[in-house]
């Protein structure tokens, strides 16, 4: 029984009291534009160092950049919040485009630099970074060091950057706003229903097929009726990047998502091959489901259906229970942070009109606290969802002993820890089943993690590929990425989709996301990676919680192949690694069928 209540809205006025209005929040935009300005003048007047006696400079810039850059990350954070929150808020709006510029001209400043450290001369360069102020710095100076030598000329980056305000990242604007104006009537339970396309989003587990259907027709409705602005944006923002990509003298377009998840290829190729060659039994429990549901072939509504008659409903507070109970059995720091969080308002959780699709969680560097975002609607993959998003605040609340510098941690090692805490409550969700009839409700909503990692990310990333090899050559029509994507469907679910999503590419922000290229495979990385954790966490119970911790603060600090041989004793750019997390998945899908056999 639940005995406490906790806000399903978040606490915005910590940071700015007033919202996108707030006086507070003017005042710290002219502190950042002043911030900016002085950081900018140091940077112009900085130069290569040419022996150790230059270290005092270099550590007095690099105390400015933390302070700059957490100024505008607070700032740049709350912003988002306000959009997520009300995408009509049109001063929000306003702040966003004034935020963007601010950052723009911090990046031309952080580049110039980052150039001028890149051209130090190595003996020196080493005797800088044996330096006490210094050292703790050595990773990321020579992760700094190794892109700007791989990049263009301090004044062509400098251009790059100021254009890609209005340019690049104003495209990926204006989908959000694009998406943000889209509602759609559904009749759910009778009732004519206006909706976001968050709240339709989540109609795609609703136990009634006409729900299920009506709402993938009208969502693709939407999306066909705006395919054009849809193309034109992911085109622009392809072509952009491509040109920068081409002036940098850049052939492969995976070169920057990997960089940035600092990872190597080897990896990557190891990760989707231990996948590829492991479909057969996830299309074998998609052929299944079907049957379940009457059907020869599962369409693409249909992926996410329940299996089962009665499908249990968690009401919020139920559901925050659910988590903290699990959290404390794996650990009291995970447990007690999760708990303040709930109590503290840092979660927006309220299913009403006008939110953005999806989920997230954002950090508020300065004042060292996180928010987060979702739509619940009651659907144990909701409370999925939000054990996931506390993963995210977890990972930053265990960086906080860590300079700020050394907390810059790659989108693949981020989506470890969330998917990390989401297993925890998954796999305890299976445990604790009181009938049969629970269990394979419960079972299949841990299978469809697996069909959405091993699947539904693999056919982002081949659509992706394939598109910007296409972009290459000029611009993809709408029809031609419609046929992409269904090709792209087909192959990621092995032949097991009747009806696929042809506009998928034009429903999914993450392929209109300009700060972070290629935004699906970290995704599945982390899934595997932390399935090795987990099993390791089961060993050893609440004592792995400080090993954990010990993890997570050395992911801004390490390529992920040297992470994982620190801290696991793994060899990641073997497919052996990975063949291990995915034949983990497969006993889930093996019971899954067992059960349903039993079940006739």
Known sequence: MTTKTYPVTWDLDTFFEGGSSSDELRRHLDEAAGLVQDYSAQTAGFRTPESKTDAAQVAELIDKTKETSNHLREAGAVIGCFLAQDTTDKQALLLQGESSALGAKFQTAFMSFQQKLAKTEETVWNELLSDDRLKDFAFILGEWREKSAARLSEAEEALITALSVDGYHGWGELYDLLVGEIEVTVTVDGEERKLSVGQANNLSSHPDADVRRESFEKLEAAWAEKEEFFAKTLNSIAGFRLQVYEKRGWDNVLR??????????????????AISANKEPFARYLDRKARLLGKEKLDWQDVDAPVTESVKTIDYQEGAEFILDHFGKFGPELESFSRMAFENGWIEAEDRPNKRPGGFCTGMPQSEESRIFMTYSGSMSNVATLAHELGHAFHSYALRPVHPLNR?????????????????????????????????????????????FFMNIHARFLFETRFYEERKKGIVSSDRLNELMEEAQREAFAGALGETHPHFWASKLHFYITGVPFYNFPYTFGYLFSLSIYAKALEEGEAFEEK????????????????????????ITKQEFWEKGVRLCIRDVEEFLALTDQEG
Do not use: C
């Open 256 to 273: 920057e998502p990997l960089e940035y998840n600092r990872m190597k290829q080897e990896t990557l190729d190891a990760m989707w091959g």
């Open 408 to 452: 810059m941690y790659a989108m693949n090692v981020a989506e470890t820890a969330s998917t990390f805490a989401e297993m925890i409550v998954a796999d305890a969700a299976v445990k604790e089943a009181q009938t049969d009839e629970e269990k394979l409700a419960l079972l299949e909503d841990k299978i469809q993690r697996s069909v959405a």
């Open 548 to 571: 954990y911790m010990a993890l997570l603060r050395d992911t801004a600090v390490m390529p992920v192949e040297e992470l994982a041989e620190k801290h696991l004793g793994e060899d």
